[in-house]
């Protein structure tokens, strides 16, 4: 696949152009992803539906420039939705699948909210709509983790010096009184596209309310997939059974 790699507002980006004329599936990470850490499933779902594919490290990440200094706002996942506007806009991308996990899958459908034209169809794995307690269980957690076990080291070996600062963002801001009533529910009517919903059954971070009130509330056509007995990231613990449902979903748009 013909990788073209640039930056963008500080956006470390990997465009791999392999299918002329056919859609691009952009891959948005989690709280503590980056480009390396998906591996090869971005290659291999694009590779199955015939589709190009865009990965970025989101800003503070990976090789991306340093996340701003001081306390992240309450509504940073739409700042980066409207990034990721701008990337698509500068970039002439018109034909848009997003596949969003976990943080990333919250910006996908903040996106497909904000520029429904834009879009035109989202993949979100795990995605979170609003606060829930297992969600800040989870976070508490990975916060002991961190102090506890080699956590720090891992993640240093793909962001580097910035990994302290992105991980204190993430856990900071979660567990921030003023975060607990972060809700982004109002953007769900706004989006038109067909829109699939993955989530692991036994996801540590999230219930199925989260999948239940999100296709219930979006305005086009939305379907959901639930993987048995599978956790938080069902592309890594179960990367088959999520490249197949994605695959197959894509196949009907």
């Known amino acids: 696949m013909d990788t073209h790699t640039f930056s963008f507002d500080g956006l ?3 465009h ?20 390396a850490l998906w ?21 503070g990440y990976g090789l991306s420039a340093p996340m701003p200094a001081g306390d992240r706002p309450v ?11 701008a990337l698509l806009t500068h970039l002439e991308i018109d034909q848009v699948i997003l596949f969003g996990h976990s943080d990333g899958g919250s910006i996908a459908l903040i996106t ?22 297992i969600t800040l269980k989870g976070i508490r957690d990975a916060m002991h983790a961190y102090l506890t076990t080699t956590l720090p080291q891992r993640l240093q070996k793909y962001h580097g010096d910035k990994t302290d600062t992105l991980f204190r963002a993430w856990t900071e801001t979660w567990t921030r009184t003023d975060f607990r009533d972060w809700n982004i529910e109002h953007f769900l009517p706004e ?17 199925l309310a989260q999948v239940e009130r999100t296709v219930s509330q979006v305005s086009g056509k939305a379907t959901q997939y639930i993987v048995p007995g599978i956790g938080h990231t069902p592309h890594k613990e179960a990367p088959a059974l999520t490249l197949e449902a994605a695959k197959k979903f894509i196949e009907t748009l």
């Open 39 to 59: 591996r090869d499933f971005p290659q291999q779902l694009a590779n199955a539906t015939q589709c190009n594919a865009l990965i970025y490290d989101r800003l």
């Open 112 to 133: 497909a909210g904000k520029y429904p034209l834009q879009i035109k169809a989202v993949i979100c794995e795990a995605a979170h709509i609003f606060v829930e307690e």
């Open 75 to 85: 509504s940073y996942m739409e700042t980066e939705a409207d990034t990721l506007h």
């Open 191 to 207: 989006i038109t596209c067909p829109l699939l919903f993955i989530q692991g059954e036994a996801d540590e971070y999230g219930t």
């Open 12 to 14: 470390a980006i990997h």
């Open 16 to 35: 791999y152009k392999k299918y002329p004329g056919r859609p691009v599936i952009v891959f948005l990470h989690d709280s503590l992803g980056s480009t």
